[in-house]
Each structure stands twice: as C-alpha cells, then as structure tokens.
C-alpha cells in the first residue's frame, strides 16, 4: 500500500530569523531533495528511514518525495522541475527511466543545483556520484545460485522489471550472463516485463507461467528469476495460485517480511539483498560532502548479500533486512 511521504525536516529553530545586534547571522541550513522512483514499495520505504537519519545525523533539511509508482516519468521529471525552481542545495535522485530523466538532471546542473545519482543508473555522467548496489553483480549472484541449486541443468525463466530501469536491466543481465556459462541450463523466456507494481507483475507472471503448466499441474521449467521486490511478490502469487510455490526454485532482489517468510516455508530458494537504510544515508552524506567542498568518489557501491535458508534468521540478516518502522 502507498503510504504519505514523510513530511520533510524542519530547518533549525530561528534559523531564518535575523540574527541579534553585534552577533553573527546563524549560517542558513543546507537543503537536499531527495527523489526516488517510487513510494508504495517496502524497499523505498526503507531508503527513506536512511534518508531521514542522515538528516537528523549530519544536521541538514531532507526533503523526501517521489512518485507513488516506478513507470510515472511525468511525475518524477515534475517533482525534479519543482526542486529545481524552489533552488534546493542539492538533489539526490533515482531515475526510473535511465533516459528520460537526463534532461531534468541537466537542468539542475546547468541551475547551479548538483545531482548525486543513486539507486539505479543514469546514461549521461552529468552527476556528482552514483550511489547504488553494484546491480551487475547482483544478477551474477543469484545465476551463480541458481546454477548451484539446479546443479547445472534444468530450463529457467526471467521475469523482468520495466523497460528503461537501469538497476534491474543489470540484474538480469548479470543473471543471464552466468546461466550462459551452464550449457546445460536453457532460457525458455527472458523477453516479458513485469511493469511496475505487484498487481501488474502478477498478471504477467500469470500470462509467463500460464503455458508452461502440465497435465500432472507441475511447470515445465526449474527455475525463475525475478529483479525487485513487486517481481517477485507477483510470481510468487501466481506460483501459489496453482500450487508450484517450493516446487519451481524462485530467486529475486530486494527482502520484505512477506518474502522472508516465504522463504522460510521453502516457496523461495534464495533472495539477493540490496542494503536500502545504507544506500539512503549515503545519498545524502555524499551529496553533503560535495556541498561542503569535501572529495567524494564518482562510484559509491552500498553492498549486496546472497540469503538462504542457511542464513536467514542470523543476527547479520536480521538486521540488514529489519522493516520499515513506518
């Protein structure tokens, strides 16, 4: 469900106020937007506890909003062109499309306001820094996994993400490359988009599996690999809807309680997970630092960590993979 974003921090008590007669006038506190691509899922609501603490943390004005879902273009490029005429110090944004919002990241470059990059990445280098998982690697981490669990054989599904995201076209790409080094696995579909919600995934996901069942209402297929969260919620569906959930073994990106505990019932094998609280923190860190003069990297990589039945419930998950309070 889509929940209000935050009401952004407050700047610190008589901070515009004029400053009394013979003292210094109070310096004015740096304000950073930051834009994600969506608001509904959990991942982002998750990023957004590690915005707010860098903001209380570091002592600057967050100001969290983005669209309510991951394909409204229209509304991102919008909230960009607000940020930029309100002349915010910075913007940290993840781009849902990695085209479309190279012109409004230009824009505020060429208005004086820097742009650090996060999440998933932009094709243009007009920015501070990305600030991201290493989204490649992450594909690579669930083929080796996959590959693993089916011990080299079997016919295997990708369903993918949305058409201009950067984050899970590289992890499907990561993912594909490493099931093309097992001859013995096949790819029977890699071309089908999910869209941009649940409910959208678990339509397609249905139309993916839908031909594949069999007469004794198995799948004809070993393996799926899905590159967020709404991807994997709405294969996991259709895998429950006709009874295949734990039979066919299912990978994804991202963690929610719903997914962990699926997990645990043995309906997924393995999920790969981002860390969202770290990768906040540090879009608005980075871009702090650079307001501030300091040196920053072009590249911050924020980590990514394999879960299985093995390590599910260790104090190290349990803590990277904690749900949003709000």
């Known amino acids: 469900a889509c929940s209000k974003p935050e009401a952004p921090a407050q700047p610190a008590p008589g901070g515009d106020q004029s400053a009394a007669p013979g003292t210094a006038k109070p310096a004015k506190r740096l304000s950073i937007a930051v834009i994600p691509k969506g608001t509904s899922h959990t991942f982002w609501k998750t990023v957004q506890e590690g915005v707010a603490k860098a903001g209380q943390e570091l002592g600057v004005e967050v100001i969290w909003k983005g669209p309510m879902t991951e394909n409204d273009r229209e509304a991102q490029i919008k909230i960009m062109e607000d940020f930029i005429s309100r002349r915010v110090d910075g913007i940290s944004l ?121 007469p004794d209402g198995s799948l004809a297929v070993d393996g799926i690999f899905c590159p967020n969260e709404p991807t994997v919620f709405g294969m996991l569906r259709a895998l429950q809807d006709i009874g295949a959930a734990g039979k066919v073994k299912l990978i994804g990106v991202d963690t929610t309680t719903l997914l962990l505990d699926s997990m645990r019932k043995g309906e997924i094998a393995a999920l790969v997970s981002q860390d969202p609280r770290k990768m906040g923190y540090l879009a608005v860190k980075v871009m702090l630092d650079h307001l501030n003069g300091a040196p920053v990297e072009k590249r911050v990589d924020t980590g990514a960590t394999l879960i299985t039945s093995a390590n599910i419930d260790s104090p190290e998950i349990q803590a990277l993979t904690a749900p949003p309070k709000n």
Do not use: W
Request: include cysteine; charged fraction near 20%; charge should be neutral.
């Open 94 to 214: 993840a781009p849902l499309d990695d085209t479309a919002l190279r012109m409004p990241v230009q824009n505020a470059i060429r208005s004086g306001i820097p742009v650090v990059i996060f999440d998933s990445d932009l094709k243009s280098d007009d920015y501070v820094s990305f600030v991201a998982s290493d989204n490649y690697k992450c594909g690579v981490m669930a083929g080796e996994e996959m590959a693993r669990l089916l011990n080299g054989q079997g016919r295997v599904m990708v369903l993918r993400f949305n058409e201009g995201s950067a984050s899970t076209t590289k992890r499907e790409q990561g993912f594909l490359d490493v099931i093309a080094k097992n001859p013995g696995i096949k790819v029977v579909s890699s071309n089908q988009f999910g869209g941009a919600t649940g409910e959208t995934c678990y339509r397609s996901a249905e139309n993916l599996i839908s031909p594949l069942r069999q």
